[in-house]
């Protein structure tokens, strides 16, 4: 009889495309709505840390100085962040993407649109109220 129980981790490699053709675009004006329906889909793939940022960039390499090899772990997680990223993109309506363009990760497009749209302003005032 074990003394101590053991515990194992499984951890989802897969890469996942989020289909977001139901999702409707993020305008001027329909940020609070647009940012829940997107947080709750990436939220059921269990991917919505890459938008809040509690799924972190590992090293991109690994190994010692002298002979680095490339981390596996960064590429998985490049190839779903630039997915996530692509995504989020085709949500958003063409007169909003200028606002993102210097953003290269999912997390930082969420975080610039927070900064821009989820400050109480006298238009998301008016939102609520309708």
Known sequence: MATHAEEIVLVNTNILNVNMSNVTKLTSTNYLMWSRQVHALFD????????????????????????????????????????????????????????????TTAAQIWETLRKIYANPSYGHVTQLRT
């Not at 809040?52 to 010692?64: F, K, Q, V």
């Not at 490339?70 to 909003?96: C, E, F, H």
């Open 44 to 103: 059921g793939y269990e991917l919505a840390g890459f938008l809040d940022g509690s799924t972190p960039m590992p090293p991109a390499t690994i190994g010692t100085d002298a002979v680095p090899r490339v981390n596996p772990d960064y590429t998985r997680w490049r190839r779903q962040d630039k997915l996530i990223y692509s995504a989020i993109l085709g949500a958003i309506s063409m007169s909003v993407q200028p606002a993102v363009s210097r953003a």
